[in-house]
């Protein structure tokens, strides 16, 4: 009886899921673009002001202009982060440094540690370096 129970669950959740999947899926066509008396296209996707003649939309920036402050804010924002870096690597460095001029001939695990973040920033230096926008 348990076993005939879960099945009929298991039925009617499987047919309820793919009643919701199927309704999603239902789309209406839509007809063709239809010219209308001024030479309009209706129904042809997103209006386009200069299309009609009208010229870019006024206090609007331009699309390029957009990419353009979009790649120059990315670019300075690089900056920073590389000069951050540097500065940190710096730092570490002289850390590292000091550590080995006081050590005799042993390596300690902080070192080490110190070692690894320097080469850490060097790489991320190096790929912020690369970047281009």
Known sequence: MLKAGSWLFLLVAFLTVVQFCSAQDSHVPVPPAVQNSQGLQVGAGRPNPTAN?????????????VQKQQALAANLQRQIDIRRDTEKMLQLTQELKDELQKADH????????????????????????????
Do not use: R, Y
């Open 53 to 65: 003649g009208l010229g870019a939309m006024p206090g609007v920036p331009d699309a390029d202009e």
């Open 106 to 133: 042993v390596l300690s695990l902080e070192a080490i540690k110190k070692a690894e973040q320097i080469e850490k920033l060097a790489k991320s230096v190096k790929s912020k370096m690369k970047q281009t926008f």
